[in-house]
């Protein structure tokens, strides 16, 4: 058995890609790291990678791990600028003993002594919306932090072995430095390939504070499906965040265990998500949640050609 699973609708190409590889023995993490590279060298996915959606600096800053689940091997960047395909830095750092998380100037120097790819990382499609953002926080009291969409990729390939990786430019116009849940091991991903894994993407402030990732594997160990796992971890620390603070932000996980099953759970009104197993071919699903149960259903070719039109839309 094999299979991928992946937040959002911009990782279906990448996904699609992985799983014929996935069907002919690659390696999960090889799957995981190849699919993302995908989302990350597009330019119209506009919080990961080339493209990403710049800080208050008007800077990209990108954040990145990737999580062996049969080592337990983690590697992790935080706050990188000007380095192509985050992912296989964190993919690299996870081969080392020690060090495995850099931040910074300490994540660029690794990058550059290990002759990873210098890129200008934003483009001028994303200076047009770092522009037109500022007018609209001065004109209609926008809030700036609106757009962070992580894609985070849990794999499992025919051998037993599972995967998992984050990539991201984070919240839009964050403050220079910040960083969110993605490259936070049990926040944005946990795997155990004796288990399964869990990855998630919405308001990283929100998604530490329940080591969500983490939550969602523990809960798969003492039983549960995936599915069952991603609803009781979000409907709990929804309703904990509600109750303490009064509000919740964006909370979407995608999990799925050693045997191939999946589940996905959101507090968000439609959160979409891609996936492929030996059983099912790649395809872009659309989640909600009702009375604190997550339904899903594929979604239909208009919504998907009006995806394609929204993001490729001209910037005013």
């Known amino acids: 058995m094999w299979g991928i699973i992946a937040t959002w609708r911009m990782a279906i190409e990448g996904i699609n890609e992985s799983a014929q590889k996935l069907s002919k023995g690659m390696d999960a993490g090889d799957a995981i790291e190849h699919a993302i590279k995908i989302v990350e060298d597009y330019p119209f996915y506009k919080s990961v990678g080339y493209g990403g959606l710049p800080n208050e600096n008007c800077e990209v800053e990108l954040d990145a791990a990737y999580m062996d689940g049969n080592s337990l091997s983690i590697g992790a960047i935080a706050g990188i600028k000007n380095f192509a395909n985050p992912i ?6 996870s081969s080392e003993k020690v060090n495995c998380f850099l931040i910074g100037i300490g994540a660029e120097e690794y990058a550059h002594k290990n002759g990873f790819e210098r ?22 009291g926008l809030s700036p932090y609106i757009g962070h969409d992580t894609v985070g990729m849990v794999s499992l390939d025919c051998n037993g072995k599972m995967c998992a990786g984050t990539s991201t430019s984070g919240l839009f116009m964050k403050k220079n430095g910040r960083v969110g849940d993605s490259p936070l091991s049990g926040s944005g991903f946990y795997v155990d390939s004796e288990i399964g894994g869990a990855t998630a993407t919405g308001l990283g402030e929100d998604l ?16 549960l499906s995936p599915q069952e796992a991603c609803d009781k971890a ?19 996980v995608v999990a799925m265990n050693n045997k191939g099953e999946w589940g996905i759970a959101t507090n968000i009104d ?3 998500f891609s996936i492929a197993t030996q059983n099912h071919k790649p395809t872009v699903y659309l989640s909600s949640r009702i009375k604190g149960k997550s339904i899903h259903k594929v979604a239909s070719k208009e919504w998907l050609d009006a995806y394609s039109l929204r993001i490729k839309a001209p910037i005013e």
């Open 208 to 223: 530490m504070k329940g080591c969500i990732s983490y939550e969602i594997v523990r809960l798969m160990k003492s039983g």
């Open 88 to 93: 296989s830095i964190a993919r690299k750092l």
């Open 234 to 252: 979000i409907c709990e620390l929804d309703i904990k965040l509600l109750n303490r603070r009064g509000k919740a932000g964006d909370l979407s």
């Open 270 to 272: 439609i959160f979409s």
């Open 119 to 140: 890129k200008d990382m934003l483009s001028e499609r994303a200076k047009k919306h770092y522009s037109k953002r500022k007018r609209e926080i001065l004109e209609k």
